[in-house]
């Protein structure tokens, strides 16, 4: 029994779409029809596009029969994390302030996915502004984990996860600021790939800490990942940030293989605190890439203990001056008041969440006068040393090999009252942010203990994509590892 074509990769419906075998219209039905049997029980969307999905999915099927090459991948359905502007389409960034917000423009994200002729499915559901690591801030409820429903699909892209996890897209768009794609990727058990800072426009992504924010893929293997950023990489004139750097073919030479290369293990990612299975799965990892021809090796990277830390005041910082212009004037919800100051105060009380508020508090606090010194501006100076140690450690090292999460997934309510024990979801995730870099989340397993996937991060220098992808498919090749959670239609 062949597979349904929801259960497909990007890869092969493509091949399917440009020989005529399937059209992109049976493609996007067979999708929705996946989102309407499965969506009730895990949440991963906030809007679902459904009409225009099939509107340019007949246009694909048009093009094509009339002769035209609509683009390689074109007719490939695809999500949008909720925090994405989509021209005419809600966008809420999972905030109730945000809940009725028409955007009047399209993220060059967007754009380039249109340009691409993928069907939009849907916006997917986040944490309130992408600040969390479970999708339990969401102000319009939380999204479910496909392999265990009674267990968070990670954040802040827990919506894009779960709707590749589930077979509700073929692949999907989610934003990385300390981990946000990698960590819910590790979690739901797909591949997240947390692009070069700057190398995917930020124009149109609602921000929450500016030097941080990326967008990347979601996918069900490690080529399709490669696909799909290089549909979304390049530069941006929109962006000031946008890297003016040529986008190399990322699949072109994905299947090179390891062998020859120096992969390090960071002592400090692998320290006390991982789960007994996700440490098992690691281990089989690394020995898996000796037995490919990689020459791996340990490297103390000692700043990556205060990663975290450096973190959680620096991302606050920023996003404390990002969401100051959701004050009730400019954009979405407005709570009347006597007087303007009123009118502000109500509005964002009433619009944003507790861990929202907790981190505008915690950033104006680090960026106020007498503290600034003390707190954002040594965060700033710890985020240079983190730098300084990735340097070292690529002067004896191609890549690095690490977790992506130090646990599978965990229950809901489980670390809510405890936001410092949430913040530590991040801890494998956070020092390639801070740096800038790129790096990839693959599954490579379950845990014995629980049944829950684990996943392996890759991470290499700036702009080192290819060699990333190369690594990480080399694996997914040898593991071997089909993650398909509780009732996928199996081929």
């Not at 999708?135 to 699909?153: C, H, L, M, Q, Y």
């Not at 924010?213 to 996918?219: E, I, R």
């Not at 450690?393 to 191609?398: K, L, M, T, V």
């Not at 801890?427 to 379950?446: E, H, N, Y």
Request: glycine content about 12%.
């Amino acid at each position: 029994m062949s597979a349904p074509l929801w259960a497909r990769t990007a890869t092969e419906l493509a091949g399917l779409l440009q020989a005529g075998e399937v059209s992109a219209t049976e493609v996007t039905t067979s999708v929705l029809e996946r989102v309407e049997a499965v969506e009730a029980g895990i949440g991963a969307y906030l809007t679902r596009t459904s009409e225009d999905a099939l509107g340019t999915a007949a246009e694909v099927d048009a093009r094509r029969a009339g002769g035209e090459d609509p683009g390689p991948l074109a007719g490939v359905p695809i999500a949008i994390k909720d925090i994405i502007c989509t021209q005419g389409v809600r966008t809420t960034a999972g905030s109730a302030l945000l809940a009725n917000y028409v955007p009047p423009y399209s993220a060059t994200v967007a754009t380039r996915i249109a340009g691409a002729g993928l069907p939009v499915i849907g916006k997917t559901n986040l944490d309130e502004f992408a600040m969390g690591s479970s999708t339990e801030n969401s102000a319009f409820g939380p999204t479910r984990n496909p392999w265990d429903t009674a267990k968070v699909p990670g954040g802040s892209s827990g919506g894009s996860a779960a709707a590749v996890a589930a077979g509700e897209a073929v692949w999907s768009i989610g934003t990385d600021t300390g981990g946000s794609i990698r960590q819910p990727a590790s979690l739901c058990g797909v591949v997240g790939l947390k692009p070069t800072y700057g190398l995917v426009s930020r124009s149109g992504l609602i921000a929450f800490a500016s030097s941080l924010d990326q967008a990347g893929p979601f996918t069900r293997c490690v080529r399709d990942a490669a696909l799909l950023l290089g549909v979304i990489a390049g530069h941006d004139p929109r962006d000031a940030t946008s890297l003016p750097t040529p986008v190399p073919d990322f699949a072109e030479g994905i299947d090179a293989g390891v062998r020859g290369m120096r992969i390090g293990i960071p002592t400090e990612l692998m320290a006390a605190g991982l789960q007994d299975g996700v440490r098992a799965r690691v281990e089989e990892c690394i020995g898996l890439l000796e037995k490919l021809g990689a020459e791996v090796g340990e490297v103390s990277l000692p700043t990556f203990a205060y990663g975290i830390d450096a973190y959680y005041l620096i991302a606050p910082a920023e996003a404390s001056a990002n969401l100051a212009r959701f004050d009730g004037v400019r954009y979405g919800v407005r709570v009347d008041g006597d007087d303007v100051t009123t009118m502000n105060s109500r509005t964002r009380a009433a619009g944003f969440g507790a861990e929202v508020k907790r981190r505008i508090m915690l950033g104006t606090y680090s960026l106020s006068a007498g503290y600034y010194d003390a707190y954002y501006g040594k965060a700033q100076k710890v985020r240079t040393l983190i730098i300084n140690d990735f340097a070292r450690a690529y002067g004896s090292f191609d890549l690095l090999v690490s977790p992506t999460s130090p646990t599978t997934a965990f229950g809901f309510g489980e670390r809510t009252q405890d936001p410092l024990t949430m913040y530590l979801s991040d801890v494998c995730t956070v020092p390639t942010s801070l740096a800038g870099a790129c790096a990839i989340s693959i599954p490579c397993g379950l845990a014995a203990e629980d049944g829950l996937p684990v996943g392996l991060q890759v991470m290499g220098q700036a702009l080192d994509e290819v060699r990333v992808l190369r690594a990480a498919y080399a694996l997914e090749q040898e593991l071997g590892f089909k993650a398909e959670p509780p009732g996928w239609v199996a081929g």
